[in-house]
């Protein structure tokens, strides 16, 4: 019993030390607009993270489906 509520301590320990290691304050926020600042969304396109999504999606199907049929032709093989 001694032993799971040490393991149970340093866990939260570590839980709560970790938190406030990493923690860091809010970017500043950016300058208005109609004083010829930056957008408020900022500069990121919207756009890109889809594409990329989707290309990773194929890829990581493509990989799947070339094992299977590696799998299947070596099987057939033997």
Known sequence: ?????????IF???LIVGQQLLA???????GDPALQ???VGGS????GGLELLLVMGLAYGSKKT???WKKNSEESEA
């Open 1 to 9: 019993m001694k032993k799971n509520n040490l393991k149970l301590l």
């Open 37 to 39: 600042g930056p957008p």
């Open 44 to 47: 990121a396109p919207i756009g």
């Open 66 to 68: 070339y094992k299977l």
């Open 24 to 30: 860091q304050g809010p970017p500043n926020p950016p």
């Open 12 to 14: 939260g320990l570590l």
